[in-house]
């Protein structure tokens, strides 16, 4: 993570889970987001965190690892009910990366060169024909679907350094694409670097969006569990409660490792004084 990346994590954070999790609001996340792209040297990873990637971060030590060497932002209601334990308020703001990322190509005025990689060929494909529609003054480069040997990713990052890209977005899933990154992409294939998950399937609309209404409840992974019942049911209706576990472990941890004032030395009884005796 370049200097200034650094200084945002250490100035403007709260700690989820031994995590440092940037509390920025919207406009200063688009604002603070789209500088770093415009940085000539240096390269930040963003990352995307919900309570499915903060379960997963607690029994993987490489990922929370590469984790904590990231800017990583808020995603979904679980975040903000772990911070109002913790530190006694939610986040800011919810800055997932379906909402975040088409929000942020938006609020760049510059030309960027994108690079895509990730998903399904026939996905990756209407995903970058959509972002295009969306923002057509940048330039949408799809380097690679994700079904590639993650062993051997030469070709892939051989083609990322020749595009000369300003910002790379890969969605392959997490903790797979965080590591990756970390592991492969250099300060020279791009300035910006965003790990999106999910986020070609939405974008591409082959995976349906929750309606508004309760995406503003901040319920749409209820709706999505109704969707795709079979793949979903573990992480919603097993992960719900062992986050929940989580929440409650790190809370009295945190609090029996904050230093307590020394207890004040008893106050010894003032000695009885004897009364004279009489004169004999």
């Not at 793949?231 to 307590?260: C, D, K, T």
Request: proline share 8%.
């Amino acid at each position: 993570m370049n200097l200034i990346a650094n200084f945002a994590v250490l100035a403007s954070r709260r700690t989820i889970f031994d995590i440092p999790v940037c509390d920025l609001g919207w406009d200063e996340a688009l604002t603070f987001t789209s500088e770093l792209a415009s940085l000539p040297v240096g390269q930040t990873i963003i990352s995307f965190v919900n309570a499915h990637n903060l379960l997963l971060a607690v029994r993987d030590e490489e990922y929370r690892d590469v984790l904590s060497r990231t800017l990583v932002l808020p995603d979904g209601i679980g975040l903000d009910l772990a911070s109002h334990v913790a530190h006694g308020s939610s986040f800011p703001a919810n800055l997932n990366g379906t909402d975040f990322v088409p929000a942020l190509l938006t609020f760049m005025e510059s030309p960027r060169r994108i690079g895509l990689i990730g998903g399904r060929p026939e996905v990756l494909e209407s995903a970058g024909q959509r972002l295009r529609a969306h923002t057509p003054w940048h330039e949408f480069i799809g380097i690679s679907d994700g079904f590639f040997d993650k062993d051997d990713s030469s070709a892939v990052t051989d083609e990322v350094a020749r595009q000369r890209l300003d910002i790379l977005i890969v969605g392959m899933g997490t903790p797979l694409q965080e590591k990756w990154v970390y592991n492969n992409i250099r300060p020279e294939h791009a300035r910006l670097v965003l790990t999106v998950g999910a986020f070609f399937d939405f974008a591409s609309g082959a995976v349906p969006r929750a309606p508004k209404v309760v995406r503003t409840l901040r319920l749409e992974w209820s709706y999505r569990l109704l969707q795709e019942p079979r793949r979903l049911w573990r992480r919603y209706l097993l992960g719900i409660p062992r986050f929940l576990y989580q929440v409650a472990r790190h809370r009295f941890a945190r609090r029996s490792r904050v230093p307590q004032p020394p207890r004040p030395a008893p106050v010894a009884p003032p000695r009885r004084i004897e009364r004279d005796r009489a004169a004999g």
